[in-house]
């Protein structure tokens, strides 16, 4: 429109220019070169000048016109493509909810290949990868997202997480630690930290991010993040004692035993390392004490092996007479008294014990297997075959199974972290139960 008013004036313009140059037939000297010249009438080069302006003028509009209407295009054209593009996205959402991931991915691609920033697509397939298995390309997607939006911690945690499925926890740990750069205090990424540290075993650092969580929660800290802090305590105590900084980590394990007498593995520790410096009665002492705190039957094994490794059987005789005055009715000291009489081949001994034991808790399978290796020793086989009967299940030995409290892991070794759940302390005597059974009569 600009360009048609535009001619429509230069066309009233010249019409006035042409009528003035009738009036005015003055004629000058037109120099065209040093050597060339013409003749023109004043109002002629004031039309000329002016008709050359104009057209520059026009040519100069049009060229803006088209400039902007093919801008104006090619805007129209992209905002129809986006809106295409998010139109996939709501699609592709929809697909996801009805568990049609394939479809989902095919058309945030499809949007993506449009809209490469758009970081709800990206997002979203992140998400669907994730759930099709596809980590890499998941992890992918979401390094897009924190390229577009680098301040978000959200995408921080995700992709650690990702990494983590992945078995990188190079990348991992390198993220978290990005985001405790960032953030000074940020308990989710200790958590993280920690956690991946206790995967790769490394005690003492997982100790000191543990260390970080406690003192940043303080008093609204949870009963399992203390016991978890304690197991860890112990942990880093047994790396110093194997490091050789023995007075730093018996230090540690008298502090751990004073703050949390309940740990079984502090005493046990702690009693192995006065054993391997010879002081076998305050190892004894220690055990004894970690039995009364605990009543974990660990302690009987430990203290049974001391005293047939250091031989001196009656020693240990002397210490669960002691204990069975202070708790008569307790199974697993009666239990564990017979069974230490059957070690040493004290066969009538051993049944009147393991008798007491079996009045106290009858049920038990542990009672009935080491009464019927006791009565096959006295030659008295049809009372061994029944308690054999009771004792259903288990192999022919009396070594008693440990089973974790965590996973239910069974073992014949204890030890103070179960190797399939990551537990502390969790490790308990499996006596094992029959609903059925009834107390063997003895013959």
Not at 23 to 32: M, V
Not at 92 to 118: F, I, T
Request: proline share 2%; hydrophobic share 40%; glycine share 4%.
């Amino acid at each position: 429109m600009a360009v048609r008013l535009l001619f429509l004036l230069f066309v009233i313009i010249l019409v006035g220019f042409s009528y003035i140059s009738l009036l005015n037939g003055q004629h000058i000297q037109f120099f065209l070169s040093a050597t060339r010249q013409m003749e023109v009438t004043v109002s002629e080069l004031a039309i000329l000048s002016f008709s050359l302006g104009a057209a520059m003028v026009i040519l100069g509009t049009l060229v803006k016109d088209v400039t902007m209407a093919s801008k104006n295009w090619k805007e129209r054209r992209e905002r129809q493509r986006r809106e295409a593009a998010r139109a996939r996205v709501a699609k592709a959402a929809e697909l996801s909810q009805k568990g049609m991931l394939s479809e989902a991915a095919k058309e945030l691609e499809r949007s993506l290949s449009v809209n490469p920033d758009d970081r709800e697509a990206l997002d979203l397939l992140s998400t669907v990868e994730t759930e099709r298995k596809n980590l890499l390309e998941a992890v992918k997607a979401l390094t897009r997202v924190k390229q577009i939006v680098p301040s978000d911690l959200s995408v921080f945690f995700r992709l650690a997480n990702l990494y983590r499925q992945m078995n990188d926890l190079d990348n991992a740990c390198s993220l978290l630690k990005a985001i405790e750069d960032s953030e000074g205090e940020n308990p989710r990424a200790w958590e993280a930290l920690r956690d991946i540290h206790l995967l790769r075993k490394e005690m003492v650092p997982a100790y000191a991010m543990q260390k970080k969580i406690m003192k940043y929660k303080g008093k609204a800290a949870m009963a399992d993040d203390q016991a978890l802090f304690d197991a860890l305590r112990y942990e880093k105590a047994v790396v110093r004692m194997e490091e050789g900084k023995t007075d730093d980590a018996e230090r540690r394990l008298r502090e751990l035993i004073k703050d949390q007498p309940t740990l079984c593995a502090s005493y046990i520790a702690l009693s192995e390392y006065m054993r391997a410096r010879g002081n076998i009665e305050g190892a004894t002492e220690l055990l004894l004490r970690g039995f009364r705190a605990t009543r974990n039957a660990v302690f009987l094994i430990k203290l049974e092996d001391m005293g047939v490794e250091t031989e001196s059987p009656q020693a240990m005789i002397g210490v669960y007479t002691e204990l069975l005055q202070e708790f008569p009715s307790d199974f697993d000291v009666n239990l564990f008294m017979g069974k230490f009489f059957l070690r040493l081949e004290m066969n009538d001994e051993a049944v009147e014990q393991l008798l007491k034991a079996e009045s106290l808790e009858p049920e038990r399978q542990s009672v009935h297997i080491l009464l019927a290796e006791a009565f096959r020793r006295r030659g008295r086989y049809e009372s061994a075959c029944q308690h054999y009967q009771r004792a259903f299940g288990y192999k022919r030995r009396y070594l008693i199974p440990f089973r974790c409290t965590g996973c239910g892991t069974a073992t014949i070794k204890w030890s103070a972290r179960c190797p399939g759940c990551g537990i502390w302390d969790g490790y308990a005597i499996d006596h094992g139960r029959r609903e059925y059974a009834a107390p063997a009569s003895v013959r």
